[in-house]
Antibody, heavy 121, light 108 residues
Framework: EVQLVQSGAEVKKSGESLKISCKGSGYTFTTFWIAWVRQMPGKGLEWMGIIYPDTSDARYNPSFQGQVTISVDKSISTAYLQWSSLKASDTAMYYC??????????????WGQGTMVAVSS | SYELTQPPSVSVSPGQTARITCSGDALSKLYTYWYQQKPGQAPVLLIYKDSERPSGIPERFSGSSSGTTVTLTISGAQAEDEADYYCQSADSNGPLYVFGTGTKVTVL
């Protein structure tokens, strides 16, 4: 079964750093780009950025450029999203997502279960 | 960057047809994708490339495109279709991926 499994919920304070993970299984991890998507409480989906696991080529939504870093360790089939200094406004659910077939280019049919990040000021 | 605009809410009676629109200047040139998200769950891909359905998605979900507006149609809505729905496009020349503003569908 193709799946993405994310790390558990986090409770942090403003100014702290954080790295959350997304582990792929059931498919060749390096084949398809992996995206990160933010969903603030009661709000919609926002695409943050995307990374190609084979080369670590990362692209960012301009709104998130410089605010987060997306990385990958293909040896353990895991993608990461990290912050160097969290803000209260980073409180949100974060999803990783990818696609399982080439024909689904542009779409995400495989999603992680989400990682809730709560940041207190 | 560009925006994709959806109506905030749509109501439909059980068994009737619901239509959710997604508008954006770039949509005449780009494919659109649709997702369903139920409370506490990750999004699920319903439609890709404007009108294609992934395997396992019920036939009552269909997509269409006309100019800068795309439409997700739920034919014969069921109580289980009550959820948030998001359109999404992908542009290799822009911010790559954009989600619509989202539409809450109520079946009552």
């Amino acid at each position: 079964e193709v799946q993405l499994v994310q790390s558990g919920a986090e409770v942090k304070k403003s100014g702290e750093s954080l790295k959350i993970s997304c582990k792929g299984s059931g498919y060749t991890f390096t084949t398809f780009w992996i995206a990160w998507v933010r969903q603030m409480p009661g709000k919609g989906l926002e695409w943050m950025g995307i990374i190609y696991p084979d080369t670590s080529d990362a692209r960012y939504n301009p709104s998130f450029q410089g605010q987060v870093t997306i990385s990958v360790d293909k040896s353990i089939s895991t993608a990461y999203l990290q912050w160097s200094s969290l803000k209260a406004s980073d409180t949100a659910m974060y999803y990783c997502a990818t696609r399982s077939k080439s024909i689904l280019f542009g779409a995400f049919d495989i999603w992680g279960q989400g990682t809730m990040v709560a940041v207190s000021s | 960057s560009y925006e994709l605009t959806q109506p905030p809410s749509v109501s439909v009676s059980p068994g009737q047809t619901a239509r959710i629109t997604c508008s954006g200047d770039a949509l005449s040139k780009l494919y659109t994708y649709w997702y369903q998200q139920k409370p506490g769950q990750a999004p699920v891909l319903l439609i890709y490339k404007d009108s294609e359905r992934p395997s396992g998605i019920p036939e009552r979900f269909s997509g269409s495109s006309s100019g800068t507006t795309v439409t997700l149609t739920i034919s014969g809505a069921q109580a289980e279709d009550e959820a948030d729905y998001y359109c999404q496009s992908a542009d290799s020349n822009g911010p790559l991926y954009v989600f619509g503003t989202g539409t809450k569908v109520t079946v009552l």
